[in-house]
């Protein structure tokens, strides 16, 4: 985690590439996990530089695929405790919530307990994302008034496309870089 903090300092000092950092840092925070989690804290540096510096200037959808498949944002929000029978809605909720949509982003209490069933199955092993069939609720699912197939592993895939495509998923990630990079209170044009 110390390694992590100095390779990210250096860089927003000395690397010429200074919007990759600034929206690297952006996505850091806007994607954040607790190091001091479990073992997060081993987990950090991987984090930034797998999931989110590759993709910090890229699609969000494709940052968003990227981190919601990383050990460490599994572990932080406990989706290892997420499996058939045993649902862990801490993940869905903040993906919705923080990630995507945002507070008032359309959702219902429903569609957080769907999506929870669409992340059963999703863990880590030996600090490598895995997909575990006999914990993934094979059931139907509806997320957002829409249906998700039934297909295991590639229900996470249609489930992220479906929130970063959102139009309340673009208003609350678009106000967010408004307020970071032109005033707390942004002019709607602008978002």
């Known amino acids: 985690a110390r390694e992590a903090a100095a390779r990210t300092l250096l860089r927003a000092l000395y690397s010429p590439e200074q919007l990759q950092e600034e929206m690297t840092w952006f996505w850091m925070n806007h994607f954040s996990v607790?190091?001091?989690?479990?073992?997060?804290?081993?987990?950090?540096?991987?984090?930034?530089?797998?999931?989110?510096?590759?993709?910090?200037?890229?699609?969000?959808?494709?940052?968003?695929?990227?981190?919601?498949?990383?050990?460490?944002?599994?572990?932080?929000?406990?989706?290892?405790?997420?499996?058939?029978?045993?649902?862990?809605?801490?993940?869905?909720?903040?993906?919705?919530?923080?990630?995507?949509?945002?507070?008032?982003?359309?959702?219902?209490?429903?569609?957080?307990?769907?999506?929870?069933?669409?992340?059963?199955?999703?863990?880590?092993?030996?600090?490598?994302?895995?997909f575990f069939p006999r914990r993934h609720d094979f059931g139907r699912k509806t997320l957002l008034g829409r249906p998700i197939r039934s297909s295991g592993e590639r229900e996470l895939a249609e489930a992220l496309e479906l929130l970063a495509s959102h139009p309340s998923t673009s208003r609350f990630v678009s106000r967010k870089l408004a307020m970071h990079f032109v005033a707390d209170d942004p002019p709607e044009a602008l978002v």
């Open 34 to 130: 607790f190091q001091g989690k479990a073992n997060v804290r081993v987990l950090v540096g991987d984090y930034e530089e797998h999931a989110i510096r590759p993709h910090a200037l890229g699609r969000f959808g494709e940052l968003l695929g990227a981190v919601a498949r990383h050990p460490a944002m599994l572990v932080y929000l406990d989706n290892s405790r997420n499996g058939v029978g045993h649902v862990n809605e801490n993940y869905a909720r903040e993906l919705m919530e923080l990630h995507t949509l945002g507070v008032k982003g359309g959702y219902t209490q429903g569609d957080v307990q769907e999506l929870a069933r669409v992340l059963t199955g999703f863990h880590v092993r030996e600090a490598e994302f895995q």
